[in-house]
């Protein structure tokens, strides 16, 4: 009894020495990374008592905020622009970056058109789906799923019939929920946001050849252990299975 006494005394001690080590990790996010980082950041957490502070956005916000010091110590861009962006300001260095993972871009639709037929090629019914209502997508100017649903339809020669017809949104998750909720009878987004949601449907995929590869780089902002560390395990097995469990194509070899 004495002996499990003590290791029971033990395993508190530590327990709290942990504890008050712990630390705070600030990972700015791309709205996409939503509900994967979540349960990263819980398995994290679980193993090490670091907690993960997540701050989800359009991936332009999230570098603009961190060009005028917002106090990130992990960066998840949804495209290569906005970490190109940062390394141009001095942020941050092109040969710390990695690219962690890819996506695929999808038309969906709301309950009401989940049965909408599309062809795979073309997406020539697209227009006439649509009539008098609008597509959701990404603000094309900024938001990384706008920009590549942009991309998509100028390469599908129909973004002059389209582009008065959209309804640009600041982030991902904001497209989709116009869609969930009806606003907006399709809109386009990344397949790992359609997966995560009960309230719409995948119509289509998009031809990987109609848009830029989807590459979500990473970054470590600065040399903090603890940021390093995530850092690593982002980079990791136990990540990548994560990563894949959600709909996202890991790109670095394990």
């Excluded at 005028?68 to 710390?96: C, E």
């Excluded at 090629?121 to 920009?147: D, N, W």
Aim: hydrophobic letters at 40%; glycine letters at 6%.
């Amino acid at each position: 009894m004495k002996k499990l006494l003590l290791c029971s005394l033990g395993l508190t001690a530590l327990c709290s020495s942990i504890q008050a080590f712990a630390a705070n990790i600030n990972v700015y996010a791309a709205s996409s990374m939503t509900d994967v980082m979540k349960e990263l950041g819980d398995k994290y957490h679980s193993v090490t008592g670091d907690t993960i502070v997540p701050v989800y956005a359009g991936s332009s916000t999230l570098a603009r905020q961190i060009e005028q010091g917002a106090p990130a110590d992990i960066f998840i861009s949804a495209n290569p622009k906005w970490m190109t962006y940062l390394v141009n300001q001095g942020m941050t260095t092109s040969d710390k970056v990695a690219d962690l993972v890819g996506n695929s871009l999808v038309l969906i639709g709301s309950k009401e058109h989940k049965n909408a037929q599309v062809n795979a090629g073309t997406f020539k019914e697209l227009p006439t789906l649509l009539g008098e209502h609008r597509l959701a997508i990404g603000e094309p100017q900024s938001v990384p799923a706008g920009m590549y649903a942009q991309e998509s339809l100028k390469n599908l020669a129909l973004w002059d019939a389209i582009a008065d017809k959209t309804a640009p949104s600041s982030n991902v998750r904001l497209t989709l929920s116009l869609v969930e909720r009806g606003e907006a009878p399709f809109g386009i987004v990344y397949k790992t946001d359609a997966l995560m949601s009960h309230k719409v449907a995948i119509i289509q995929t998009f031809p990987d050849s109609t848009h830029s590869p989807i590459i979500y780089p990473a970054v470590a902002l600065n040399d903090k252990q603890t940021s390093q560390a995530f850092f690593q395990f982002l980079k990791g097995k136990q990540a990548s299975e994560t990563f894949i469990k959600y709909g996202f194509t890991p790109l670095i070899a394990q």
